[in-house]
């Protein structure tokens, strides 16, 4: 499952990737037109498996990850193939779901390429670029159809459901605003919707503007992304980055100083990991204590297999303790006397933090 990271030239995006996944990219305070993206993989926090980790001590911890692409920054008229267009929404395509970067600082050094800061407007012109590729896509799509010296009944119910797309677009939602039944999802899958895609919105702010907790348009982008059902999150990547270069306790007062409870950038990883779908379920034990990532709705046998193939051949039981239980009584002879412990057959639906342990036969 891949995360694409998408904005303007010098919003910080190759910043936030950076952070996100460990790396040590170059950036630039200017537009670069570059046109590779960048790929690598991001830990997604999980105080549950430092919960345990602190009662196993195991020998190995190992959190969920997902795959991270760092997209060429956009200009407008991509959706025509302008600039790095062709790039920028090739990359965008192969990614699962998307983190939307949008600058409010301000920055000589930095400057922005439309030469001013206005963050909705920002965002709007990515918005628009994604949704004129759709819709050009659409036109061509219904354009055969109509051509088609012979039109069936699948032909008819997929024009359907790609017009109900257009008007949409014409009117300014995205895809993924659009409410569609299962069977019109399913449709729609092989056209690769860019405007589909789950997407968040995150503002990236300097020292100052994380200190006040305010930035230019906050209430105006507020309001865009309760109306476009699009979660949003503010965060500092130059200070989580300086942040990240100190020692342990220089780190703890300066997030004090300026009443950070936690990284913005873990807030990002979580959001992005549920934008994408995706549920852990854990194991834990003296040799590891482990995070295994599953999409929602996954059956026990098939949760089973994400750790071996064979125990999902032999599957017989799981024995499933929910977290919330653990935390409160941490030790699982107590919770097996507490009834606490649920033995589960192969179609029970794994829930998000539940601590398995699977019985196999080969």
Same mark, same amino acid.
């Given at each position: 499952?891949?995360?694409?990271?998408?904005? #303007?030239?010098?919003?910080?995006?190759?910043?936030?990737?950076?952070?996100?996944?460990?790396?040590?990219?170059?950036?630039?305070?200017?537009?670069?037109?570059?046109?590779?993206?960048?790929?690598?993989?991001?830990?997604? =926090?999980?105080?549950?498996?430092?919960?345990?980790?602190?009662?196993?001590?195991?020998?190995?911890?190992?959190?969920?990850?997902?795959? @991270?692409?760092?997209?060429?920054?956009?200009?407008?008229?991509?959706?025509?193939?302008?600039?790095?267009?062709?790039?920028?929404?090739?990359?965008?395509?192969?990614?699962?779901?998307?983190?939307?970067?949008?600058?409010?600082?301000?920055?000589?050094?930095?400057?922005?390429?439309?030469?001013?800061?206005?963050?909705?407007?920002?965002?709007?012109?990515?918005?628009?670029?994604?949704?004129?590729?759709?819709?050009?896509?659409?036109?061509?799509?219904?354009?055969?159809?109509?051509?088609?010296?012979?039109?069936?009944?699948?032909?008819?119910?997929?024009?359907?459901?790609?017009?109900?797309?257009?008007?949409? @677009?014409?009117?300014?939602? @995205?895809?993924?605003?659009?409410?569609?039944?299962?069977?019109?999802?399913?449709?729609?899958?092989?056209?690769?919707?860019?405007?589909?895609?789950?997407?968040?919105?995150?503002?990236?702010?300097?020292?100052?503007?994380?200190?006040?907790?305010?930035?230019?348009?906050?209430?105006?982008?507020?309001?865009?992304?309760?109306?476009?059902?699009? =979660?949003?999150?503010?965060?500092?990547?130059?200070?989580?980055?300086?942040?990240?270069?100190?020692?342990?306790?220089?780190?703890?007062?300066?997030?004090?100083?300026?009443?950070?409870?936690?990284?913005?950038?873990?807030?990002?990883?979580?959001?992005?990991?549920?934008? @994408?779908? #995706?549920?852990?379920?854990?194991?834990?034990?003296?040799?590891?204590?482990?995070?295994?990532?599953?999409?929602?709705?996954?059956?026990?046998?098939?949760?089973?297999?994400?750790?071996?193939?064979?125990?999902?051949?032999?599957?017989?039981?799981?024995?499933?303790?929910?977290?919330?239980?653990?935390?409160?009584?941490?030790?699982?002879?107590?919770?097996?006397?507490?009834?606490?412990?649920?033995?589960?057959?192969?179609?029970?639906?794994?829930?998000?933090?539940?601590?398995?342990?699977?019985?196999?036969? #080969?």
């Amino acid at each position: 499952m891949k995360m694409g990271i998408v904005g #303007l030239p010098t919003t910080g995006k190759t910043t936030l990737f950076n952070l996100l996944t460990g790396q040590n990219l170059e950036t630039a305070g200017f537009a670069t037109g570059k046109v590779e993206a960048h790929t690598g993989i991001a830990k997604i =926090p999980d105080e549950r498996i430092d919960f345990l980790a602190s009662h196993y001590k195991p020998k190995k911890t190992t959190y969920a990850t997902v795959e @991270l692409v760092d997209v060429p920054g956009l200009a407008k008229g991509a959706s025509a193939g302008k600039g790095v267009g062709n790039q920028f929404l090739e990359a965008v395509r192969k990614a699962d779901a998307l983190i939307h970067l949008v600058r409010v600082f301000d920055n000589s050094q930095a400057t922005h390429p439309e030469g001013s800061i206005d963050p909705l407007r920002d965002v709007e012109t990515i918005s628009m670029e994604l949704l004129f590729s759709d819709l050009g896509v659409i036109e061509n799509r219904i354009g055969r159809i109509e051509a088609g010296k012979k039109i069936t009944k699948e032909h008819l119910t997929e024009k359907e459901v790609l017009v109900k797309c257009k008007d949409a @677009l014409e009117n300014g939602q @995205l895809i993924h605003e659009v409410n569609l039944d299962e069977e019109e999802q399913e449709l729609l899958k092989n056209f690769g919707f860019l405007s589909e895609k789950p997407m968040m919105l995150v503002v990236n702010m300097d020292e100052s503007q994380l200190a006040e907790g305010a930035y230019p348009q906050k209430e105006e982008l507020e309001t865009y992304c309760g109306e476009h059902r699009l =979660p949003l999150m503010a965060l500092s990547a130059q200070t989580e980055q300086e942040i990240n270069q100190l020692e342990e306790e220089e780190r703890a007062m300066f997030m004090e100083e300026l009443n950070i409870q936690q990284p913005g950038i873990h807030q990002v990883a979580r959001t992005s990991y549920d934008l @994408l779908g #995706l549920i852990s379920f854990l194991t834990a034990g003296e040799d590891e204590v482990r995070a295994w990532p599953i999409r929602r709705d996954t059956i026990a046998r098939k949760a089973a297999g994400k750790i071996h193939t064979d125990i999902e051949k032999g599957f017989i039981r799981a024995e499933v303790t929910a977290f919330a239980d653990y935390r409160e009584h941490p030790s699982m002879v107590k919770l097996k006397e507490l009834g606490k412990v649920r033995l589960e057959g192969k179609e029970y639906v794994v829930q998000d933090g539940d601590i398995m342990n699977f019985r196999f036969n #080969l």
